[in-house]
């Protein structure tokens, strides 16, 4: 059963990704500026016969729907296309911006997951305590702050002021990185032995990670409160209660693992969200990410990296989504039987 | 770095979360400055538009100051005086053929960072290979009719118009000399196929095969550039064992950086972070005049817009324009302005040229050319502009300031902000009535600015140049000195004056901070930004 839901699941996802693809070219074939003539520099974009090399061999003569085609039957051989930016292969460009993001993007979710739920449950044990309003304010800071505005007083406080932090980057600025693997750092260099740079390279995740997990933070510390609430008030609750179950058992067996629920809805959807918008977190603590990658193939109008990008979001959006389908089964075996 | 005190930072940092303790020490150094050891040079700047660090094919800003560390080519210029050649790989040159080819002879016991020696085949394959890829940078080669050999110490560049200079371009990032042995090892082709039977790019995007103080060691892209002391170099060794040019996009986390000492020097501040460090403990702030500068054009078409059809009306607009007020208020005075479009330094532009040919503010005389132009009433046009910052103001705030100024003479200027891709294609296109932009020279030859004003630029302005003016730059690009050619070039810029097609705004001076503890470090507006050899750690 678990099979065929997660079969029917898979197929709506190549479905759902075809279709943003196709919306994202569409869109940006629609801005009036040509990539080429923007791109190239000023004396090559004066040289028709440069321009139409150049045209060519991205395909940019080719009618629209041809060029689609041309990109969809890239895709069935795992080719993405050349970028026009950085003229390699915007797959070899994603899978090195990638484990950038995804490193710093998973510690925020961790910090944001593990902090989220604890406050939300102690605010809602403790409900109108000082912990409480302590978790509230947190949370309505960590969702109000700009992200930018965030990461400059951080930046400003612990690393420019107290000297607390280590330096912006993965690691510190004259420091070479482990030899590629993964691309992640705290990986690579466990791998290579270098137990010093995967101390290093965590710490350097840390302050990023509470950036981006501040957001986060406040809406999982809040979901989490309001559903914690919600289940506390149930009738089997007062059952565990009556049995004679010692209040710790009760909440976390009984209240905690129900009230996950939700949460786990909105964390999925949080990391997907991590993973993507990392711009400003990037851009200011100096991480070669994917965010950065994204932002200057927007706007350099780099259709291939464009598309490329845009599938590689939508994919994560739909994965993510399944596998916290899939995690309701565990934690709730009705959602199958539906 | 001993590890076990890196991993007690380490752990202390991990833990920082829960450093209230750390905290109430107050400023407790867990991560001292990592530049305090002078064997390593760090850099921040921002490095993402680099696309390739193979020298034949990278057409960038940012490229050149690694590629220039790596690589050298026949002559240079010194910071400041972009009008004297200075031998590097070439001892001598003179001019034969009837002035249809130029011999250059090269320098004696260079050995390239691979152990090769450096010989005449080496310039012929790298001047070979550059122009038979056909991309962004094979155009400045577009003059070259071929490159020989006439003995390993000896090459001859012919030209097919020997009306164009070819020395000033020598001295361009663009023409730096690779090992040919080396280069062909890893895939390098320089025949005419070379688009399709050159491999050896990727190979070059992270090594180097050069005669200059560094090599290449990686480059990680929108991450770092690691450079190294070339053990081979035929001067003075390189100050620094390692240099890394870390990509820092953001001008604030540069300067806090900086004050941290993790960063040797940072290349992209604003004018208002620059003057905030002035004067404080550990920092040096280093300037240098660029040759870049910011223009507005106005098209000549009447059918894009009838009133600036007429010269008259383009030039009511050049007198309305408050320079000074430009330069003084956006840019905190750090720029200056040339006459027309050659920059101050070059081709006898000066400024005190601009006081006596160039515009300035005159509303009366502006009045005065409206009326002339049959429009008393004044008139309106589109001014386009791209969404970026330019030399640490931006493009919008340029547009505002000139739309103040042109509504005091009954000039009305409709702003029109466009993304930098769409502005470009359509400038290129000639479709714009007025855009404000940008110029950054690939070489230091005035004849490349006059040459291109009157062929591929004047078309975006819908200019049809007359013989004349076509000539004069023709004459000063092929004239034997100096003096005469400074002299054409004077005639030419009264010419583009009195067209008013192109109103420079300003020409900024650029500024750089840097750590005390690092001398030597001088800007260069003559395409590498710094000769990173000429920096040394201070004793």
Do not use: C
């Not at chain 2, 990032?173 to 070379?194: N, Q, R, W």
């Not at chain 2, 170099?233 to 990509?247: D, G, L, M, N, T």
């Not at chain 2, 294609?425 to 714009?432: E, H, I, P, V």
Request: net charge neutral; glycine share 6%; proline share 6%.
């Amino acid at each position: 059963m678990l099979l065929s839901y997660v079969s029917r699941r898979l197929a709506a996802v190549a479905g759902l990704t075809a279709a943003a693809t196709l919306m994202v070219f569409l869109i940006a074939h629609a801005v009036p500026a040509d990539p080429v003539l923007a791109m190239l520099g000023d004396r090559a974009a004066s040289d028709p016969a440069t321009v139409a090399r150049f045209r060519a061999h991205w395909g940019l003569n080719k009618p629209l729907w041809q060029q689609y085609l041309i990109f969809l039957d890239g895709l069935t051989h795992g080719d993405l296309g050349e970028s026009i930016i950085t003229r390699r292969p915007v797959l070899h460009d994603i899978a090195q911006f990638a484990p950038a993001t995804i490193e710093l993007a998973t510690t925020a979710a961790i910090m944001a997951a593990l902090l989220g739920v604890l406050l939300g449950v102690l605010a809602s044990v403790m409900r109108d305590s000082w912990v409480d309003h302590l978790a509230r304010s947190l949370s309505l800071i960590g969702t109000a702050a700009p992200t930018f505005w965030l990461a400059f007083l951080m930046l400003a406080l612990f690393y420019g002021g107290l000297q607390l932090a280590p330096s912006p980057g993965r690691l510190a600025l004259s420091e070479s990185p482990p030899p590629t693997v993964t691309g992640l750092y705290t990986v690579d260099s466990l791998i290579a032995g270098e137990y010093g740079n995967f101390l290093a390279s965590l710490a350097h995740l840390i302050m990023p990670g509470a950036v981006l997990a501040a957001a986060a933070l406040g809406l999982i510390t809040r979901t989490m409160r309001a559903s914690m609430l919600d289940i506390l008030g149930k009738e089997y609750i007062n059952v565990a209660r009556a049995k004679g179950l010692k209040e710790i058992s009760v909440i976390r067996r009984h209240a905690v693992r129900n009230a996950l629920i939700p949460v786990v809805t909105l964390g999925g959807l949080a990391y997907a969200e991590l993973l993507s918008g990392t711009v400003l977190t990037e851009t200011i603590f100096a991480w070669p990410g994917l965010g950065r990658y994204t932002f200057q193939s927007a706007v350099g109008l780099d259709f291939p990296a464009i598309l490329g990008i845009t599938l590689l979001v939508a994919v994560v959006y739909l994965m993510i989504n399944l596998v916290v389908d899939i995690s309701y089964a565990f934690l709730d075996p009705r959602v199958i039987s539906q | 770095m001993p590890s076990s005190q890196m991993s007690r930072r380490a752990l202390l940092s991990t833990a920082w979360t829960g450093a209230a303790v750390l905290l109430a020490n107050g400023g407790l150094e867990v991560w001292p400055a990592q530049a305090a050891s002078k064997k390593v040079l760090v850099i921040g700047t921002d490095i993402s538009d680099i696309n390739f660090l193979d020298a034949t094919r990278q057409f960038t800003y940012s490229g050149p100051i690694p590629i220039r560390a790596a690589y050298e080519s026949l002559m240079t210029m010194a910071p400041d005086d972009y009008e004297t050649l200075q031998p590097l790989l070439a001892t001598k040159w003179e001019r034969v053929d009837n002035g249809n080819a130029w011999v250059f002879h090269l320098r004696e016991g260079v050995k390239f960072s691979t152990g090769n020696p450096f010989t005449a085949e080496d310039v012929k394959f790298s001047f070979d290979r550059l122009q038979n890829w056909k991309e962004d940078p094979a155009e400045l080669a577009g003059n070259f009719k071929s490159t020989d050999i006439i003995d390993p110490r000896t090459v001859k560049i012919t030209l097919v118009d020997k009306s164009q200079p070819l020395l000033n371009l020598l001295v361009s990032p663009t023409f730096v000399i690779m090992d040919s042995e080396a280069a062909k090892a890893h895939g390098a082709t320089s025949g005419p196929e070379t688009p399709k039977t050159d491999k050896a790019t990727e190979w070059l995007n992270q090594n180097s095969v050069g005669t200059g103080p560094y090599v290449i060691r990686q480059w990680e892209r929108n991450s770092q550039v690691v450079l190294e002391r070339n053990v081979r170099y035929w001067r003075r060794p390189a100050s620094f064992e390692r240099i890394v040019i870390r990509h820092i996009p953001e001008s604030t986390t540069q300067v806090l950086a900086l004050k941290r000492g993790d960063l040797d020097a940072a290349l992209n501040l604003t004018p208002p972070q620059l003057d905030s460090l002035k004067g404080q403990a550990g920092i040096r702030l280093v300037q240098g005049t660029s040759l870049d500068f910011v223009y507005v054009t106005l098209t000549s078409s009447p059918e894009l817009n009838p009133a600036l059809g007429k010269k008259e009306a383009r030039q009511a607009v050049a007198y309305a324009i408050d320079y000074d007020g430009i330069i003084t208020g956006l840019l905190k005075g750090s720029a200056t302005r040339p006459p027309s479009f050659i920059p101050v330094g070059l081709g006898g532009a000066t400024e005190t040229l601009t006081k006596q040919i160039g515009y300035r503010l005159d509303p009366s005389r502006s009045k005065q050319l409206l009326e002339k132009a049959g429009l008393p009433n004044g008139f309106s046009f589109d001014l386009s502009y791209g969404n970026a910052a330019i030399a640490g103001t931006t493009y919008q705030l340029v547009a505002e300031k000139m739309q103040s100024d042109l509504a005091k003479v009954g000039i009305t200027a409709r702003l029109n902000p466009l993304d930098q891709a769409t502005l470009r294609t359509k400038y290129r296109q000639g479709d714009l009535q007025s855009v404000i932009t940008f110029w950054n020279p690939d070489t230091p030859e005035p004849w490349a600015w006059a040459e291109a004003t009157v062929q591929r630029v004047a078309k975006r302005v819908r200019w049809t140049v007359p013989q004349e003016v076509t000539d004069l730059v023709a004459k000063a690009g092929g004239a034997p000195t100096k003096k005469e050619s400074d002299a054409y070039y004077l005639e030419y810029q009264k010419a583009l004056v009195d067209q008013a097609n192109y109103i420079i705004l300003f020409q900024p001076v650029y500024r750089v901070a840097t750590r005390t503890s690092i001398a030597g470090w001088k800007l260069t507006a003559a395409g590498w930004q710094v000769d990173l050899y000429d920096v040394k750690p201070v004793q």
